[in-house]
RNA sequence: GCCUCGGUGGCGGAAUUGGUAGACGCGCUGGAUUCAAAAUCCAGUUCUUUCGAGAGUGUGGGUUCGAUUCCCACCCGAGGUACCA
């Protein structure tokens, strides 16, 4: 009998799933372990070989963790709304609805034959009613809070409210995206509903507001920062402008600091928190007013160098200030205009590629110094940026390269406060080297002093303070499309009001077609049902909208990340109807132990679901302020495309080492499904399945054609995908599994390359034929010799020890070697082998079931507890280093050392108990632990 | 430009905290078994070599009895970021 995988591996499959065996159980005495995956986007091109390596780690780390008695919820779901399935419906009218359904059927029949260990009773889909009922409260939620700088958290905006009422608002101390005007309580008590609801929309943290957006035309929807990739949409490449737009955001910006802080709470790849960090974008400095020479108003600029202020021989503001216009002279007014009108026009690429020119216009005002008194001109420059800081900046020429090429560039005088230093060529940036000189109070003084006197004289005279910025903006949270959540709110005299929260899930309506509505309206708007009767609390058909009851509904969705910022919780208690989870069961899993998914989530959804955990936290919904303990980022798997060479203006193709000139060919990429043997062309089939090919000439050498490989990212425009199912149906699901562990390492980017997977798959058949001898089973009940109790317990140790580092392409070499020793030696000792198949149960599941099932057990082998390393089979030979030394040594438990030093002649080591040494004047200690360093300390 | 990570045979990659570099797998070479193939097994496989040995972990220095590992400078590659004052 030999190794039959296909047999084996659906009936372990149907076997797992009949009787459930890795249902979690949300009470338990046993403690908890949760382990999680990113759940997919079900696209419709189904899955390749790259997307289960993730899945296949999280798996062999929950299994592991099961054997070794946790309690492991591994759950999986599906994100299910998303921008491809309603491209998809605008093109063939087909509700993207029905095509997630189909999609999400493939994903799960692919995911089935690969033998997860997932808790398929706890699926959750985002677009799902009863799954976006809660992602809308949550909405509800944050629209009905703002962010209390004094208690640091966030608060009900009904306690706002109170305060507005008793004092008005000069006391508070929230986070707005902009400064709201100031009242006491009388004034609050006589505004309007509507005065009032414009006032409380700058402290809400679901807010709508007037915003620069970036606006892909093609698309026909914002984006958000992290779904513009080199100033092109992620998505299809499209061209992003700038806009002005009306938009709900969401207030992350107010959580900014406990983002950055609570990084060092979390176990996340280093790199992965370092993204986090730049992206937040911390930085200190202060807040400086310049008078403005014949006008009241003031500017105030932000600068991270106060210490040069003295050097600040202009200022620039971002031409979209609204100041710009006002203190513009007349003489310049056509030329700031239409530099102005310029900058909007551009977009987020040409601004890009047209970085580091400069230019910039003289508005004709002045400023005056704070200091000095002396007045410096005033310019608009579009490498001054609207929306960080205060949008305008003080030229430093001779402390700030931008500054100092402006300045050199339109001929404003550049002075030179460092001492010692020539700012002839370019400007001096160094702050650790930083001596301040031609400023005054602050001559002879270093970065560090500078900064903190010239903060201190600036907040004694009023005219600035200190001040810290991030990068980070509020997150736009409308999408002018269909296929997302509604946001559930309805506008009366054209403020926004929210839905009661027990009118929720809103719906998402039916509509006749997925385009935008007229004048660019989103999607929404070609409902017929889309209007809120606030008396019956219910949606009822648009025509009626004039009755004084019935209000029109929010066109805008949500985007992507709204459904995916909190869903690890629904799988503790995907069926409640009452709460999004219950308390108590969130307490009892409380957050996830592990999160496996990719690097590229970074700034998106790895940041703005820490983001909304923060704010269920303050809400005290959550326990805990981060979620997720411990991430790792599996890389990608690459593919391998394929290209032929054809003739310029020819249909001739030439194999590739045939070619000198490379000029002479345009290279054509072709399905790698035509190459036999790595890289040589199946010419044959590809004339008979490809007509593109059916007349062209090939020219071979030595009668085979041999195509080009390059290695770039899998996916099925580049025809270079490899489809899990055809691995499964050749060697197997678990030999799959290994394979792509055995790959490299689970974070490192890797091709796919099916030449070495052989390999793999000898090793199970090897390991089966440990086991077998053609039909006989040939394991006995032999007590094992020392040899083989020696290799299991080295195979244990290290394989655990890999686990737990998650180095699963070690532990693929621990089990190769272990099986080739049990082979040499013979071993048929049911006591070693036993042992063996459940320590590589994690990774090759159907076969370690099916032999265990083979060798008289009942039950399944994942119930089974994981084998423990006991020490005292393992025999390290003596060691001699006849050397001298000083420092460190390391050895394994028994050791026997000889030195030829003078003062030390012999250290002993046996038993782990008995040491001998000779005493030396030199040496005042010696450390031992057994397996462990020996420190010996002169 | 800046930040982060990395650079080891023909290839994917091992090497615990500074201690025999190249584990394990692929590929390749030779052999066994076979009518033959598949499958399987055994041996070899970093490079150079006058077969004594010598060189060798991107390059050049340094620390150390000893460096793939630590330090400095540089080169190359991947990812992130894009005028953030």
Not at 249 to 272: F, K, M, V
Not at 454 to 482: H, T
Not at 487 to 494: Q, T
Not at 597 to 602: I, N, Q, T, V, Y
């Amino acid at each position: 009998m030999s190794y039959d995988f296909k047999k084996i591996e659906s009936k372990w499959q149907e076997f797992w799933a009949k009787n459930r065996i890795f249902k979690a159980q949300n009470k338990s005495s046993k403690p908890k372990f949760y382990v999680l995956d990113m759940f997919p986007y079900p696209s419709g091109a189904g899955l390749h070989v790259g997307h289960p390596l993730g899945y296949i780690a999280s798996d062999i780390y929950a299994r592991y963790k099961r054997h070794k008695g946790f309690n492991v919820l591994h759950p999986q779901g599906y994100d299910s709304f998303g921008l491809p399935a309603e491209q998809y419906a605008i093109e063939t009218g087909q509700h993207p609805a029905n095509t997630t359904d189909k999609n999400i059927k493939r994903y799960r029949e692919q995911l089935d034959r690969l033998g997860f260990s997932f808790d398929w009773s706890r699926e959750i889909r985002t677009s799902n009613s009863n799954y976006y009922k809660w992602t809308q409260s949550f909405f509800l939620l944050m629209f009905n809070h703002y962010y209390c700088n004094d208690k640091n958290k966030s608060r009900p905006i009904e306690d706002l409210i109170k305060i507005f009422e008793i004092e008005g608002n000069r006391r508070i101390n929230a986070v707005t995206d902009r400064k709201v005007e100031l009242f006491n309580s009388s004034e609050w008590n006589s505004f309007s509903f509507k005065k009032k609801q414009n006032i409380l929309i700058n402290y809400r943290l679901a807010y709508l507001a007037e915003k620069d957006v970036n606006w892909c035309p093609k698309l026909g929807t914002v984006l958000a920062n992290d779904e513009i990739i080199n100033g092109v949409s992620e998505r299809g490449g499209y061209t992003v402008v700038k806009k002005k737009m009306k938009q709900w955001s969401l207030r992350i910006t107010a959580y900014a600091e406990r983002l950055l802080e609570d990084l060092n709470l979390i176990d996340w790849p280093d790199a992965l928190k370092e993204m986090q960090r730049n992206w937040i974008g911390k930085s200190k400095g202060a807040r400086v007013f310049f008078d403005i020479k014949g006008f009241d108003d003031k500017i105030e600029v932000y600068t991270t160098r106060p210490d040069t202020i003295f050097g600040a021989t202009f200022l620039t503001l971002a031409p979209e200030l609204e100041i710009v216009k006002k203190i513009n002279s007349k003489s310049n007014k056509k030329e700031v205009l239409k530099y102005i009108d310029s900058t909007l026009k551009k977009s987020q690429l040409d601004r890009m590629s047209d970085i580091r020119e400069i230019t910039g216009v003289f508005t004709g005002a002045y400023a005056i110094h704070p200091f000095t008194r002396k007045l410096i001109p005033i310019w608009i420059g579009d490498y001054v940026l609207a929306d960080y800081g205060t949008g305008s900046v003080m030229g430093v020429p001779c402390g700030d390269q931008r500054d100092y090429d402006f300045a050199k560039k339109f001929k404003i005088s550049i002075v030179n406060i460092f001492k010692n230093v020539s700012i002839e060529k370019e400007a001096f940036t160094d702050k650790s080297e930083t001596i301040i000189t031609n400023s005054s109070f602050l001559n002879n003084l270093s970065f560090e002093k500078a900064f903190e006197t010239v903060i201190k004289e600036l907040e004694k005279n009023g005219l600035g303070f200190k001040e810290v910025n991030y990068k980070l903006r509020d997150a736009v949270f409308s999408r002018q499309r269909y296929w997302g959540e509604p946001i559930p709110i309805y506008y009366k005299e054209k403020v926004p009001v929210p839905l009661n929260f027990e009118s929720l899930p809103l719906n998402l309506p039916e509509v006749e077609n997925y385009l935008p509505g007229k004048e660019g309206a989103p999607p929404l708007s070609n409902a017929n049902s889309w209007a809120w009767d606030e008396k019956n609390n219910k949606v009822v058909k648009n025509k009626y909208i004039d009755d004084k009851n019935i209000f029109p509904l929010e066109l805008n969705t949500m985007p992507g990340w709204a459904g995916s910022s909190w869903y690890f919780y629904r799988y503790m208690d995907s069926e409640n109807e009452e709460n999004f989870a219950d308390s108590k069961i969130i307490s009892y899993w409380k957050d996830v132990d592990l999160y496996v998914g990719g690097s590229e989530h970074a700034t998106g959804h790895l940041l703005y679901s820490r983001f909304w955990q923060k704010f269920l936290f303050d809400l005290e919904l959550v326990p805990v302020k981060e979620y997720s303990k411990k991430l790792i980022n599996q890389g990608m798997i690459l593919g391998n495309s394929a290209f032929i060479y054809r003739k310029v203006g020819e249909n001739v193709f030439v194999s590739k080492k045939l070619i000198k000139n490379l000029s002479d060919f345009d290279p054509i990429r072709i399905d790698i499904k035509y190459l036999i043997n790595e890289d040589e062309l199946d010419i044959k089939n590809l004339k008979i399945s490809s007509s593109d090919f059916s007349n062209s000439k090939f020219i071979c050498e030595n009668g085979k054609f041999f195509a080009k490989r390059e290695i770039e990212k899998m996916s099925k425009s580049k025809y270079n995908v490899v489809n899990p199912d055809e691995i499964c149906d050749k060697y197997g699901a678990d030999t799959l599994r290994m394979y792509e562990m055995f790959l490299g390492p689970i974070e490192q980017a890797k091709p796919w390359n099916t030449s070495g997977i052989s390999g793999v798959h000898g090793f199970l058949k090897k390991l089966w034929r440990l086991f077998y001898d053609n039909e006989i089973l040939i394991v006995n009940d032999s007590n094992p010799s020392k040899e083989m109790l020696k290799t299991l317990h080295s195979t244990i140790k290290k394989v655990t020890d890999d686990i737990e580092s998650f180095s699963f392409n070690t532990c693929i070499s621990s089990f190769m070697i272990c099986v080739n020793e049990l082979q040499n030696l013979k071993c048929r000792s049911r006591k070693i082998l036993e042992k063996l198949i459940i320590l590589l149960s994690p990774f090759a599941p159907h076969i370690s079931e099916e032999i265990w099932e083979r060798l008289g057990n009942s039950n399944s082998i994942s119930e089974v507890d994981y084998p423990i390393f006991d020490q005292k089979y393992l025999i390290e030979n003596e060691k001699n280093y006849p050397i001298s030394f000083n420092g460190k040594f390391r050895f394994n438990i028994n050791l026997s050392l000889s030195l030829t030093n003078n003062e030390i002649k012999e250290i002993v080591l046996s038993d782990n108990k008995t040491v001998n040494f000779l005493k030396s004047k030199k040496v005042k200690k010696v450390i031992i632990v057994p397996n462990k360093i020996i420190n010996i300390v002169f």
